[in-house]
């Protein structure tokens, strides 16, 4: 922390000249940029937040509503969300049957698939075994 200390005093060069630099009148903004960090820094090395931590308690700024604190206010948002248009309502629904026929659909479809493949596997294996014998007959 001491090393940071003599960062944040601006020392004027022995001599200004008319070159731009600045006078005793303005104020270094890096002097003040570090002057704002050690400030910052001092908070969080005092531990300033870190009482729920400790204590257990959460501090009344810190503490947010999750909704309406007031019964009435909470059931009346419950019912809006509740009743929502009967066009969302019917698309909901034609939506719903529109997915349980393409899974039916779908599930129709993978059998077929299945069966097919299960007979072209039973063919292939047929010709594989006629190929087998007649491989055996001519090498006898």
Known sequence: ???LELFGTY????????????????????????AQQENEIAGIENDEGYGILESGEVPA??????????????????????????????WREEQKERLEQLDANSRKQEAEWKEKAIKELEEWYARQDENLQKTKASNR
């Open 11 to 34: 020392q004027q060069p022995a001599a200004a000249a008319d070159n731009g630099a600045l006078d005793g009148a303005e104020e270094d903004p890096a002097a003040a940029f570090l």
């Open 1 to 3: 922390m001491a090393d």
């Open 61 to 90: 700024a810190l503490q947010e509503s999750n909704g309406p604190t007031d019964s009435y206010a909470a059931i009346s948002q419950v019912d809006r969300l509740q009743s929502e248009p009967e066009s969302i309502r019917k």
